[in-house]
């Protein structure tokens, strides 16, 4: 007789790139998975297609900032909290896993209470407002690079690197380059990029993931392919790209970096993003340029494009910074909970 698959949570939403780490584990470690999410978030599509089941739940955000919005939004987090008691004391998951997002303070505040395990993932090498909630709570705290051990307690921190879920194959293809400004897209990203787009298009196909809310076709330019949104695609869009251009979020650099490809990084100005960014530019692992900054921009093109020698050795620098192994990392420290 098999043994009865173990019951996992997973909950993260609001952008995709609190799903993707999870995601990854999903495909090698067989088990009983659910997703609690955001209802109108990019991954309701995404878990739906992976046929995962999926529930939306409440959930409110907490601003560093003074907002009349953090009154209504801690009623919304309270709310969740029972709400998460009641689903939580129903599902009786046998773990749950979370890497960030604020849909999921609640879930691990009401886990502690019924005292489900957790483990709660740090991507961003700056550490979000909703993991600095989280972590007192976690069982344990996975970790993608050593450096951020320190901004938690070491006995229960562990370094694994970043769970991913692509692997490198062969596609045969013209010179291209990948543009994402994230799971939702971004309106001032795509404005800034596309500036650029008769330079990228000259000589290369250009694939760029607008986000659904801000997809436009009338930029009517050869060798431009505009999307509002990929999933499967986006691992072939990715395989295939020479260069790949995009937000400084943790999930998309790893997933750069295991295809080893070159990675200009445009972080969203004033965000946890420019400390990643400064961070893979200082190790001459990915070029980073500011939104806005048009000049610096130009300048770095026509280096990247015209020289495939750089291109491959910025990959190669990408690729050697992470941890390997990271989906086994990330498996071996739910065993050892679980056991």
């Known amino acids: 007789m098999s043994a009865k698959l173990k019951k996992i949570l997973l909950v993260g939403g609001g952008t995709l790139g609190s799903v993707m780490p999870l995601l990854a584990v999903t495909k090698k470690y067989p088990a009983d998975y659910s997703f609690w999410g955001t209802p109108n ?10 046929n995962i089941k999926f529930r939306s739940i ?36 046998d773990i749950i896993l979370t890497a960030g997002s604020f849909v999921a303070v609640p879930v691990v505040y009401a886990a502690k209470f019924l005292r489900i395990p957790t483990i709660v993932h740090q ?11 989280m972590a007192p709570m976690a069982t344990k ?3 993608t690079f050593p450096e951020q051990v320190k901004f938690f307690k070491a006995k229960k921190t562990i370094v694994t690197g970043n769970p991913v879920r692509l ?30 787009l008769p330079i990228l298009t000259q000589n290369f ?16 330019l050869p060798n431009y392919h505009p999307y509002d949104f990929v999933t499967v695609k986006m691992i072939d869009l990715l395989n295939q790209a020479d260069l790949v251009i995009s937000r400084a979020g943790m999930s998309m650099i790893t997933e750069t970096a295991v295809l080893k490809k070159a990675l200009i990084l445009i972080p969203i100005p004033a965000s946890h993003q ?24 130009a300048r770095y093109l026509e ?19 992470f941890p390997k192994n990271s989906v086994d990392n990330y498996i071996k420290v739910i065993e050892d909970i679980l056991s």
Do not use: C
Not at 68 to 90: G, P, V
Not at 286 to 293: D, L, N, P, T
């Open 41 to 50: 978030g990019p991954e309701v599509l995404l878990i739906k297609e992976k």
């Open 58 to 93: 409440l959930s409110g955000k907490l601003r560093r900032y003074w907002d009349l919005e953090n009154f209504k939004d801690l009623f919304k987090i309270k709310l969740a909290f029972w709400q998460s008691l009641y689903l939580l004391s129903r599902l009786k998951p």
């Open 123 to 133: 991507q961003d090498l700056s550490i979000g407002l909703a993991n600095k909630l």
């Open 141 to 143: 705290i996975t970790v």
């Open 167 to 196: 692997k490198y194959k062969h596609l045969e293809h013209q010179p291209s380059i990948l543009i994402t400004g994230g799971g939702l897209g971004a309106r001032a990203f795509n404005a800034f990029v596309q500036e650029f």
């Open 205 to 220: 196909q250009v694939h760029h993931i607008l986000g659904k809310n801000n997809f436009d076709q009338s930029l009517n």
């Open 274 to 297: 420019e400390k990643n960014a400064e961070f893979f530019a200082r190790h001459n692992a990915a070029i980073y340029v500011r939104q806005g900054s048009n000049k610096i921009m």
């Open 303 to 321: 280096k990247i494009l015209n020289k495939k020698d750089l291109r491959l050795k910025l990959g190669e620098n990408l690729y050697n910074l």
